[in-house]
């Protein structure tokens, strides 16, 4: 599982929301979810998983949520002996279902490697648009009513297929892709 802050907002007036990917996991700033992040008007993703923490970003018990999140939309027509990864940056979550070693989620966390540049992309050209066309303030209802069409840009099938085969992850070949060198204690005599 990888995370993604997204700025909302417009001159100095901004936070951050963290999406995930799969149906997205969309974290708000905030204690409660307001009846005008969910209107109708929105036509948001109804398997959308909307949250909100004081920090806008992930925690244990949004983490426990998104593994049963994960697990429901992954499920979906799969085999029974057919296996998913899900990765975790070992933040504050206790869970370890795959960890990534520390200080190489950079190059080896396939949204890292090619997934959220085009989404940076597609966000901000997004939000330019919109600021264009007289919106003075890109806010939580702005982005999550743009939200779906900036990530039907920027996730496409062969993106993230990229974004594992450059990892090493899929298919796997973990050994051509981390710079073991760098990660070997240093040897003095």
């Known amino acids: 599982m990888d995370e993604y802050g997204t700025r909302i907002g417009i001159g100095g007036n901004q936070e951050v929301v963290t999406l ?18 969910v209107s109708k008007e929105l036509n948001l993703n109804p398997n959308l998983l909307l949250r909100v923490s ?16 994960f697990n429901k939309y992954t499920k979906l027509g799969r085999k029974r002996d057919r296996w998913r990864m899900l990765i975790f940056n070992s933040h504050t979550l206790r869970i370890w279902p795959f960890l990534l070693p520390s200080h190489t989620t950079y190059i080896l966390q396939p949204l890292d ?38 990530r039907k ?19 796997y070949n ?16």
């Open 54 to 69: 004081s920090s806008s970003y992930i925690n244990n018990r949004l983490g426990i949520d998104y593994i049963y999140h």
């Open 20 to 37: 995930e990917s799969i149906p997205p996991l969309s974290i708000l700033r905030g204690a409660v979810i307001m009846h005008q992040h």
């Open 113 to 150: 490697i090619a997934v959220f540049q085009p989404f940076k992309y597609y966000h901000k050209k997004r939000v330019e648009i919109e600021t264009r066309l007289s919106c003075d303030n890109f806010n939580k209802v702005e982005f999550l009513h743009a939200i779906q069409d900036v």
């Open 174 to 189: 973990l050994l051509a892709k981390l710079p073991w060198t760098t990660l070997l204690p240093c040897v003095t005599e």
């Open 153 to 171: 840009k920027a996730y496409k099938p062969g993106t993230l297929q990229s974004a594992f085969k450059q990892a090493g992850l899929w298919p």
